[in-house]
């Protein structure tokens, strides 16, 4: 069957579109979850962390899966998973409804299309056409950032956030009705799937996560115990793949792919800028929201100068490919969130509106806009023909790793960081003697709760309590940010490890994608 030119470009965008929108989405809607679902604003954080923790759990397999039904099948099959889940998370009536529906079914349906729509752009494009077509691609994710956080804010102000859940629905329609356009690249011969490998690289990372999401220095969690264990687990899957390509079996991935000097810089480099994405798109909007007490469109609107510049510059960031390498484009992206972080630290003090936040957001928005631009093609033309599948796969997992950290990590320095001030500001203060307990008991859950309700203690200590709260979202939100400029810094060390590459957009691309194998 033959297929559409640019008709899979359309649906491969349409398909990343839905994946990347509804996190945006729910990021701007965090106190309206809170108050529909009866929940804390931790098991949002947590509900937005499983959901991107999930799809890097499975993307390797979901990837690997194309090699066993075929990219087509992987696809619809996964298309199928998604569509049920987001039809469950509009239908949510508790937090657990959400997080079956929306973190884990949406999640696994989402780390098999993900590669799929990475498969499609490499071989149904060459030269020119692919590199454009992936700067599309990823415009395309741009957008759904762009514009999630203003549709998100809209819908949750003035009707409800499950409506955003429908529209997905919606989307999912027009693909599965357009689907015929796709041609099937089937594997050269029938491969098994290795069921131990996938358990081993989804536990891994599963402890990984799970280690930074419970981080509570006050409960004393086994936060070493557990980052230990989810990392001897990945080494052990390292290893158990090595012996199985030693002995001719099918394996999950082919380790050696991490030979390639440009494929493991470019996920190096792209795993640190995710966690600050993650961490900035959960931590302003719960600062604009507990400090500044936004609804969701109005955090939407704090939000959207960076998703607009993400989007412009994503789409655009090709055309800088005539001035300079891919790696100066990179490095200029990586040097330009740095700077946008800067700003918004340099506003955060009392009297900050949202709008301050603009210039910096959108400054950070550009930087990863030129980052995006480069860094998917990079990373595949690292990768051999025959380990295509695993490229997309490998490279859409660490993506979505460093997403979960992000929103686990940052989230955390942000939530318990403000708790701990606070805890810390009242028991240090003289005004309330003999109340203190009850006091600190009473302004958290206040602040679990997106402060919906009343603040419960005594109209005395009422403004002396809120000058507490301020200022510690004040000072926490700084000590979030700078934790990202840091992340960031490892990234921009990291980018030095990539080639120096051709300007004018010359990068080179696997034989594959020239001559693909398995077309029907």
Do not use: C
């Amino acid at each position: 069957m033959g297929q559409s030119k640019w008709g899979v470009l359309i649906i491969m965008s349409a398909a990343l579109f839905i994946m990347f929108i509804d996190t945006t989405m729910m990021n701007v809607s965090i106190s309206a979850l809170v108050r529909d679902l009866d929940t804390t604003v931790a098991g949002v954080q947590g509900a937005i962390t499983l959901y991107a923790l999930v799809m890097a759990a499975f993307m390797i397999t979901g990837a690997k899966l194309a090699d066993i039904w075929g990219t087509k099948k992987v696809f619809f099959r996964g298309l199928v998973v998604y569509t049920v889940g987001t039809l469950m998370a509009a239908f949510a009536p508790n937090l657990a409804v959400l997080l079956l529906g929306w973190s884990i079914l949406e999640g696994i349906g989402a780390s098999m299309m993900m590669p799929a729509t990475v498969t499609y752009i490499t071989k149904a494009y060459t030269g020119k056409d692919r590199a454009f077509a992936f700067g599309v691609w990823g415009g395309v994710g741009g957008a759904a950032a762009a514009f999630g956080p203003i549709i998100g804010g809209f819908f949750t102000t003035y009707i409800t956030w499950r409506l955003g859940f429908f529209m997905e629905a919606f989307i999912a329609a027009g693909i599965f009705a357009y689907m015929k356009i796709l041609s099937d690249y089937k594997p050269e011969r029938r491969i098994k799937l290795d069921v131990i490998g996938a358990a081993l690289v989804g536990i891994g990372l599963f402890l990984l996560t799970l280690s930074v999401l419970i981080m509570d220095p006050l409960s004393n969690p086994p936060v070493l115990l557990l980052m230990v264990a989810g990392l001897v687990v990945l080494v052990a899957f390292w290893k158990y793949e090595e012996r199985r390509k030693d002995r001719g079996e099918d394996v999950l991935i082919d380790v050696d792919i991490f030979k390639s000097k440009v494929f493991t810089a470019a996920n190096l480099v792209s795993i640190f800028f995710q966690i600050t994405l993650a961490g900035i798109m959960f931590t302003v909007p719960v600062f604009v929201q507990q400090y500044l007490h936004y609804n969701a469109i109005e955090t939407g609107f704090v939000i959207v100068p960076l998703s607009i510049m993400m989007f412009i510059f994503s789409m655009s960031g090709q055309r800088f490919a005539k001035y300079l390498t891919p790696k100066q484009i990179i490095q200029l992206g990586i040097v330009l969130t740095f700077l946008g972080l800067y700003l918004v630290l340099r506003v955060l003090k009392p009297g900050v509106e949202g709008s301050d936040f603009a210039i910096g957001l959108a400054l950070y928005g550009t930087g990863f806009g030129l980052i995006f631009s480069q860094i998917t093609n990079l990373a595949m033309m690292g990768a051999k023909p025959e380990q295509q599948a695993d490229a997309s796969g490998i490279f859409n997992a660490q993506k979505q790793f460093g997403l979960s950290l992000g929103t686990a990590f940052i989230g955390a320095v942000l939530v318990l960081g403000v708790i701990h001030s606070i805890t810390r500001q009242i028991y240090e203060s003289g005004l309330f003697e003999g109340s203190k307990e009850q006091i600190k008991e009473a302004v958290i859950q206040w602040i679990i709760k997106m402060q919906q309700g009343e603040l419960n203690i005594p109209p005395e200590y009422h403004d002396a309590v809120l000058q507490i709260v301020n200022n510690s979202f004040i000072d926490t939100m700084k000590v979030a940010i700078i934790f990202m400029m840091g992340i960031l810094i490892i990234s921009a060390l990291l980018s030095f490890l990539l080639p120096k590459g051709e300007k004018a957009g010359a990068v080179p691309e696997p034989e594959a994608v020239k001559e693909p194998e398995g077309k029907e």
